[in-house]
């Protein structure tokens, strides 16, 4: 695998924002121009979520509803409201911060690791983890067999598998009781009985996970101020709250921004900048030794572990020594391997491709090779505006920068495209984020975010 990325935090943002802006060959009054634009746009001008109100999970929700509201809800993430009586009436006192399903799947894989060493001692009971609390990737990674191993394995399976959002995925279920009828379980007694799924909350992963910080905004900010936090800062999503009371009026996310910005055609200013090819903007930002890749032949398990230790969501899948594209793997698709008892017996030996081909199978918009749909790709003189369209005909926060041959040469990321359209005014949110990311220290919930 290559070699792992640096954590992202808030210090270590002014390198890669500065490289960026030094790179993209704009004239010197557009980029002004534009980010004084963003700086007079208020955030209550920007579209509200499409359901028109922010779901928000109470913290003591437990894992399993808090997955099940996501999923009825169609979204990736939610504010946590914070359920100790008498807290502050301010958004630090109100809110725990956001939970995502890339936190639940780490903490289901932490999960599944702590269960690994205690039971390779010896004593699962005397690290207080059950063995119904294995997880398919620790009972598989140690090599447990026999039927009390198998009985743990297929309950933690189906919690897993529904903790890490199958009930999300087109095609697969969509919803809790048909994931369960999939599985062939009685999912809610199952879960009931099994732990970390019965007594876990929502309140334990977002503090022991602070994957998505809470930094807010009110509705008379100015939209660079969103922008900014988007891209340079490394947030994936901003709330939006009153500036008399700390109620979220909306949830603004580096997808629906770039979706936004895919509305502005016709406009002089983007069509300018969307015809640039990338090399014109700085893109893509990582050199070709810097992007994080996994062999095809590579275990799928060390995949996984990879994207979880470098705080990334997807990799992309190559192969030979031109690592020439041939898939790609997202965190959240561990809940498809959680989801197949048929893939638990040759867990330890589960190559990449392997678990592709096996998805592949089962999905409705499969490959013609029989694997899953191909990722997202461009050329190194792709312009910016294909580049665009791509990413917004789907979900993704990613697109494959590729050459000829088809060997992977970069990544442009969500937070990429956002970064080439604006540049930080001297100063512009350090007292802010000073204020916010001190209000964050006060509550231990300043951490890593998603380089996406």
């Known amino acids: 695998m290559a070699r792992p990325e640096e954590n992202a935090n808030f210090p270590s ?148 598998a529904v903790a890490g959002g199958l009930t999300a995925e087109k095609g697969v279920a969509k919803d809790g009781v048909t994931a369960a009828d999939h599985l062939g379980q009685d999912f809610y007694k199952v879960l009931l009985q099994q732990e970390p799924f019965k007594s876990t909350t929502v309140r334990s992963i977002v503090e022991s996970y602070p994957w998505s910080p809470f930094v807010p905004v009110t509705l008379d900010s100015s939209m660079l101020t969103v922008l900014l936090l988007l891209s340079k800062y490394r947030l994936r999503n901003v709330p939006v709250i009153e500036s008399d009371k700390p109620v979220i009026k909306n949830f603004i996310t580096q997808t629906s921004v770039v979706k936004g910005l895919q509305q502005c055609k016709g406009r002089d200013w983007f069509d300018y900048i969307s015809a640039l090819p990338l090399s014109d903007l700085g893109l893509p930002f990582m050199s070709f030794d810097e992007v994080i890749t996994v062999s095809r032949d590579d275990l799928i398990l060390e995949a996984f572990k990879c994207m979880k230790d470098n705080k ?36 330890r030996q589960l190559t990449v491709l392997e678990f592709m081909k096996a998805l592949g199978s089962t999905l409705p918009d499969s490959g013609d090779n029989g694997l899953v749909k191909p990722p997202l790709t461009c050329a190194p003189d792709a312009s910016m505006g294909s580049v665009i369209d791509s990413i917004g005909s789907r979900i993704t926060h990613r697109i494959y920068v590729v050459d000829g041959d088809y060997e992977v040469v970069g990544v442009v990321t969500l937070r990429d495209v956002i970064s080439c359209f604006i540049h930080e005014p001297p100063g512009f949110c350090d007292s802010y984020l000073a204020s916010a990311m001190e209000k964050l220290d006060d509550k231990g919930a300043a951490g890593s975010v998603e380089n996406s």
């Open 13 to 160: 943002c002014d390198a890669y924002f500065d490289t960026i802006q030094s790179k993209k060959k704009l004239p010197l009054a557009l980029q002004e121009s534009l980010t004084a634009a963003f700086a007079q746009i208020p955030v209550a001008s920007f579209p509200d979520v499409p359901s028109g109100r922010v779901t928000e999970i109470p913290g003591e929700t437990s894992v399993l509803d808090a997955v099940r509201i996501l999923s009825e809800h169609n979204i990736r993430a939610a504010p946590v409201l914070n359920p100790q009586p008498g807290a502050p009436a301010d958004w630090q006192g109100r809110y725990l911060g956001i939970i995502e399903y890339s936190a639940i799947i780490l903490w289901v894989l932490d999960n599944a690791d702590l269960a690994a060493v205690a039971l390779s001692a010896g004593s699962a009971t005397a690290a207080g983890v059950g063995l119904g609390a294995v997880g398919a990737v620790g009972v598989a990674a140690l090599g447990a067999t026999g039927p009390a191993a198998v009985a743990g394995l297929t309950a933690a399976a189906v919690g897993a």
């Open 312 to 347: 990334i969501g997807g990799v992309p899948v190559v192969e030979g020594p031109k690592r020439k594209l041939v898939g790609s793997v997202s965190i959240r698709d561990i809940r498809f391997l959680l989801l197949r008892p048929d893939l638990f017996s040759n867990f």
